[in-house]
């Protein structure tokens, strides 16, 4: 084949993967059948070929996998915030996530959503929904408590660039509250189902569960118009955290659960 027009036909392909597999076959041919005006191909020829495709099919999987968007999102602590109204009404759910891309194509974030369930009891599990972005030294500021509106803003699906990570405070409420039951705090163990939706996938993606156990003195607390921090250790959000300098959103006396 004429060099130029081989050269026409490598750079008319997609990307430099393709290409690269097309070289690889087109030397193995090459080699094969100069070889074969030799004589008898040589007995290694056929199981060179195979590792050789076997090796083009890692590669592309892994170029392929590198530069889709491929979000990831951090997640486990949980603060229930200090009621709006007074103590026992309103109870929603803040939590800290850290959303990471660990591929080199950016995509859209599009939705989460957070499903409970308290003591096992899959029949009575709520779902819950992203009602508000909040702004966390404005909601130490104002005792952590949910009163000033214009500290919080609606929660929409955002962008997400390759190899970058973003912190979002989350607000979380129930879903459909015309049709669950009121949702009050009471001890028991909480499991946590995060969801992703995102243009990486069709449908949602389970990407995180957590279990926190609520105490009764923590609901004593609660009730007595104090907010709830439920942390899961290891931390999970070094990056969100540093980003706070100079503002501790962590009480030192905060009560840990098992």
Known sequence: ????LLKSLLA???????????????????SAAVLSQFGAPPAWLAPGLAIAALCIALVCASRVQMLEFSP?????????????????????????LQ????????GIV????????IDGDAERSVLL?????????????????????NTIDAFTAFALDGKRSIAKFVLFDIAEKNRSRPLALRPGRYSFELFVKSTAQRAPKLERVFEHVVEP??????????????????????????KMTGAEWLPRAARYSN
Do not use: C, H
């Not at 599009?110 to 369930?117: E, G, I």
């Open 129 to 149: 929904s992203p009602v508000a972005e909040v702004d966390m030294q404005r909601f130490i500021q104002s005792k952590r408590r949910l009163d000033d509106e």
């Open 72 to 96: 990831e999102v951090l997640a486990g602590d949980v603060i229930v915030p200090r009621p709006r109204r007074g103590p026992g009404t309103e109870l929603k759910f803040l939590l800290p």
């Open 1 to 4: 084949m004429d060099k130029p």
């Open 12 to 30: 008319l392909l997609p990307n430099r993967t393709l290409r690269d597999a097309l070289g690889v076959v087109v030397v193995f041919v090459g």
């Open 217 to 242: 003195k923590q609901v004593e607390e609660y009730t007595n118009d104090a907010p709830l921090y439920l942390i899961d250790y290891p931390m999970t959000l070094p990056a969100a955290r540093q």
């Open 99 to 106: 959303f990471s891309n660990a591929g080199a194509a950016g």
């Open 110 to 117: 599009q939705w989460v959503a957070l499903r409970l369930t």
